[in-house]
């Protein structure tokens, strides 16, 4: 059972055909006749042909109702309406929960907006079945034909917003999951990149105190060999202890650098422009829309603005990420001119325009070093109409930024 219920997840058009099919049965169980249950009698019903084709009309979308919820969703209800205009006062039939069906499947497949008008429509037709059953059985009866259908939609309704915030919450959760792994994943590399930065600036102390020690008593000897052999000897013995000393604070240090048991290390070289399209699928499996167009030549950029390039999209998409909110998408631009590079990132989220540019945030301060180097320009800060940009003008070599 376990099994099959994953396989049905998995294929959620199997199961939607299997409902389909048995609502379909059920209501063909139906079409020689029903009860009417203001006259309290079986009455025959009207034309087969007109409520084969309603059903049909009604009960078949639900095959589609995941992959094409709105479109399914309105066939569905012309097939109310044509159910309505050709059987009247026996309008009401197993198919039409067909409707219910559908309103349940916009709360959770669509948004809020189509759900409500969608509603709309469907208390419009009940309103009008009402109206023609109080003209059939007297006035009397409207209120009771309006109430069933009303409690059945307002039963679905309530089941898809439950269902549906369900839904967003796991999403969310999981969304917010990938984030923190690889939040998690950035600060460890973080991590090991400063160590290793301090373990160099300790490297670089030692070999350039000891070299220039070892060239200070060199040059020293050499001036000492024939006047005074016994300052020459002493000199070379210091360079002896010195290099001895300094060999060994190097064998210790590479000694940390060096992982014993990480035999399979990366040492990947830094990323430039062409490692875009990579930068942008990972950002997408942790559930950012990225949309990424690239013009001109970018194989040929140098090393550093190519670097420069990459670090200013890998930043601007991380906050995208963390703070334009669940279901913002993103577009990146990288275009190359005859003098100059440019780099705008844009994204729909939750930025407001404030009417002056944010520069707090060590992201920020960040991309405004890595462009300065370069005498480039950067702007960020919100969009007209809601959401964030980034944009950045890099000059190449030789030419002065625009």
Not at 13 to 40: K, M, T
Not at 188 to 203: C, M, Q, T
Not at 204 to 210: S, Y
Not at 303 to 309: E, I, K, N
Request: glycine share 10%; hydrophobic share 45%; aromatic share 8%.
């Amino acid at each position: 059972m376990r099994r099959l219920s994953l396989w049905l997840r998995a294929h959620p058009w199997v199961g939607d055909s299997l409902l389909a099919l048995l609502l379909f049965l059920f209501d063909s169980a139906s079409s020689r006749g029903r009860y009417d249950p203001v006259s309290e009698t079986f009455v025959q019903a009207v034309s087969s042909s007109d409520y084969t084709l309603g059903s049909l009309l009604m009960i078949t979308p639900l095959v589609v109702r995941r992959r094409k919820p709105v479109l399914a969703a309105y066939v569905t209800l012309f097939g109310g309406v044509f159910v309505l205009v050709t059987h009247g006062p026996y309008a009401v039939h197993p198919g039409s929960f067909a409707l219910a069906i559908m309103l349940y499947t916009l709360l959770t497949c669509s948004t809020r907006r189509v759900a409500v008008a969608y509603a709309t429509w469907l208390l419009i037709g009940t309103v009008l079945f009402a109206f023609v059953m109080s003209r059939e059985h007297g006035v009397a009866v409207f209120p009771f034909v309006v109430f069933g259908p009303v409690a059945v939609f307002a039963v679905f309704w309530m089941t898809g917003e439950f269902v549906g915030a369900r839904r967003a919450y796991h999403s969310e959760v999981e969304q917010r999951l990938r984030l923190l792994e690889h939040e998690r994943d950035q600060q460890a590399k973080i991590a090991v990149v400063e160590e290793r930065n301090r373990i160099a600036r300790e490297l670089h102390d030692v070999v350039a105190h000891a070299v220039s020690v070892m060239i200070v008593q060199a040059d020293g000897a050499s001036y000492a060999m024939k006047t005074n052999p016994e300052i020459a000897s002493k000199a070379l013995g210091t360079i002896s202890d010195t290099g001895r000393k300094a060999l060994g604070e190097l064998r210790r240090l590479v000694g940390v650098l060096r992982n014993d048991s990480e035999t399979n290390a990366e040492y990947a070289p830094q990323p430039d422009a062409s490692a875009l399209g990579e930068l942008v699928e990972k950002m997408r499996q942790v559930g950012l829309p990225v949309r990424l167009t690239m013009t001109g030549d970018l194989a040929d950029l140098p090393t550093g603005v190519g670097l420069t390039v990459y670090r200013l999209v890998q930043e601007a998409l991380t906050n995208t990420l963390k703070h334009a909110g669940p279901g913002a998408s993103a577009q990146v631009v990288v275009a190359r001119a005859e003098n100059q590079i440019e780099v705008e990132v844009t994204d729909d989220g939750l930025g407001r325009v404030n009417g002056s540019l944010v520069s707090g945030g060590n992201g920020l301060i960040g991309m405004r070093e890595r462009v300065a180097v370069y005498n480039g320009v950067l702007e960020a800060g919100p969009r007209l109409g809601g959401g964030w940009r980034v944009r950045a003008v890099l000059p190449l070599p030789g030419e002065s930024a625009p």
